[in-house]
Structure formats: structure tokens, C-alpha cells
């Protein structure tokens, strides 16, 4: 019988209030894929969380019997740093060291833009063979100015983090100080300075842990080859992903974006978040943008006929 209480599953989430509900989206697909959800420990680094939101999240983490921990980092410890359309709280991953409680060695960290397919159990128990994080590559245009080979970038939005060698390693010293003396010149900012900061240091995780939007296109024009990850790798990852992850232009709730697993992502956040998906009107120039993207449309239909189904359950009352 598994030992509960000696085997967590510590995951970190960092949000404001306008991502508060895609958060909880998040979370609740986590819960609802593990099999034992007992077991999951969630850290929230909250940039301004409503005090509503926090009590349906709380309530909802209680009925899978897991916990939610608030952390509020101080702001100040990141002044100066360049904000762009991200928001603060992409920054707090760079000190999750300091903010969670000393006894956790290890974590998951997962963006808010992504939808738990899979039993993150399975993620959790990947041997990073000595690296300090485990990290899937980032399979978009490499930044600019880096002198980082496009294969050797790994994407920040879902990383398997050991604490225990990061903090060895002192990298939060190493990360404050690649921002504070490169942020201006960092094109995509916390994901940046991470790479330069843990280059040869990070272990490459099956693809289907972090899918990413442009992998579909990467099979049609016969360009996995140039990236780490073969075509059966990539195939098995949009047929049977971990995580799902819709990043840039890609995010779920916008009434213009296509994405294969976007009536998915939807379904899910009805079940907790009624309301937000509720809110989510399609203006009368999108509904005209949508029409005039035939071609859009017709290859999403065609891409979502190779993606797997997914469903979710609604969460029993206490």
C-alpha cells in the first residue's frame, strides 16, 4: 500500500488574479488525472489573488482530500525587472527555492496556461540523472542573442525541479544576478536567464510533458528533424500527451484561437469555473476573423482528429 504521508508530490504555480481561474483549470486536471490525488501538495505564489478565488480553490483541493499552501513572495526583491505582457509573478519561479519550506527537495513547477492529460505521478518519478532540472524542449523560434544552440532551449512552462541541487548549486544567486546585469537585452525574460543559467544542466523530458502548439506543424512539414525529439516521439505526444501546453497565441479562452485539445481545455474549466468560460464572448469582428480563416479551421479539425479524447469527472462535495 502506498505510504501517503511519505510520498508527496510537491507542484508550485505562480499567478495573479487575472490568471487565477486558469490556474485552478490547472490544478483541477491535476487532481482529477492522478489516481491517488491524496498525495499532491499544491504551493501557490500568489501576485494578488482574490480572497473568492483562494476559497474555491481551497474547497476544491479539500475534496480530493490533497492541500493548497498560499506564499505571497515580496515584490520588492524583483523590482526592476522587465515586465513586457507576462506580469510579475513569471518571475517567482526564479526563487522557489527560498519560498518553499526548506524540507521540499523536489517539485514540479507547471505554467497556468496548461491542461493535466495524464497522471503527473508519472512525471514525477523521471530520474534526472544528476541535472538539476528535467525540462522538455522549446520547439518555437530560438531568442535572439543567446548563443544557445535551438535544440539546447528548453521551454520554462513545466519543469521537474531538484531543489536540493538547486539550492547546492546556489542558481537563484546566479539567476537574480543574470537578470538584474542582462534583463534589458532578454528576449523572453525568466525563460532566458534560466537557460543561460542552467545550460548543460538540465536533463530532456519526453515531449509529450510539455506539448507545445507548433508540434503539429512540425510533423506536417517533415521538420522534427530539427529538433531533439524524433517524429514517433512527437506523434506519440499529440495522440497520448502528459501535459498540454498552450502557450503565446494559443491560450484556450480566446474566442479566435484554434488548438486541437481547445474543446477539451473548455469542457474541463466549465466543470469548476462555469462562470469564466461564461465570459468568454465572441465579438462580432472575431466571429467575421473566424469565418474568414477557412484554412485555419479545416486543419484544426483535421489535427483534432489525431488527438486523443479527454474528459473530466466533477469533483465530489465534501
Not at 505510504?3 to 499567478?15: E, G, K, P, W
Not at 491535476?30 to 480572497?51: E, H, M, N, V
Not at 528548453?154 to 542582462?182: H, K, P, Y
Not at 485539445?261 to 469542457?267: E, G, P, R, V
Amino acid at each position: 500500500m502506498t505510504n501517503i504521508a511519505q510520498d508527496r508530490i510537491s507542484l508550485v504555480l505562480a499567478s495573479d488574479d487575472n490568471y487565477a481561474s486558469w490556474m485552478g483549470v490547472v490544478i483541477f486536471s491535476c487532481l482529477d488525472k492522478t489516481p491517488i490525488p491524496q498525495r499532491l501538495d499544491f504551493y501557490i505564489l500568489d501576485a494578488g489573488i482574490a480572497s473568492v478565488t483562494k476559497t474555491r480553490l481551497e474547497e476544491l483541493v479539500a475534496s480530493y482530500q490533497a492541500t493548497i499552501t498560499w506564499l505571497m513572495p515580496d515584490k520588492k526583491i524583483f523590482q526592476g525587472f522587465t515586465i513586457k505582457r507576462y506580469g510579475i509573478a513569471t518571475y517567482y519561479r526564479l526563487a522557489v527555492a527560498s519560498l518553499l519550506p526548506k524540507h521540499i527537495d523536489k517539485v514540479i513547477y507547471l505554467d497556468c496556461d496548461v491542461l493535466v492529460a495524464d497522471d503527473v505521478t508519472k512525471l514525477w518519478q523521471v530520474a534526472l540523472d544528476g541535472k538539476i532540472i528535467g525540462a522538455v524542449e522549446n520547439l518555437g523560434i530560438a531568442p535572439r542573442g543567446l548563443s544557445i544552440d535551438r535544440q539546447s532551449y528548453f521551454n520554462a512552462g513545466i519543469l521537474l525541479i531538484d531543489l536540493a541541487a538547486w539550492r547546492a548549486s546556489d542558481v537563484e544567486t546566479a539567476l537574480f544576478e543574470c537578470m538584474r546585469t542582462q534583463n534589458e537585452s532578454l528576449q523572453y525574460l525568466d525563460q532566458d536567464a534560466l537557460n543561460l543559467t542552467l545550460r548543460n544542466q538540465w536533463k530532456r523530458l519526453p515531449l509529450r510533458w510539455n506539448l507545445q502548439p507548433s508540434a503539429w506543424s512540425k510533423v506536417e512539414k517533415a521538420k522534427t528533424i530539427e529538433t531533439g525529439y524524433s517524429r514517433h516521439e512527437f506523434v506519440e505526444a499529440i495522440q497520448q500527451p502528459g501535459i498540454i501546453h498552450f502557450l503565446a497565441k494559443s491560450k484556450p479562452w480566446k474566442s479566435v484561437t484554434f488548438h486541437p485539445y481547445k474543446k477539451a481545455y473548455l469542457k474541463c474549466a466549465a466543470i469548476i469555473f462555469p462562470d469564466a468560460v461564461g465570459e468568454i464572448h465572441t465579438q462580432s469582428r472575431d466571429k467575421v476573423e473566424r469565418i474568414l480563416q477557412i484554412e485555419k479551421q479545416l486543419k484544426n479539425f483535421l489535427r483534432s482528429r489525431k488527438a486523443c479524447p479527454l474528459t473530466y469527472k466533477t469533483p465530489q462535495s465534501k
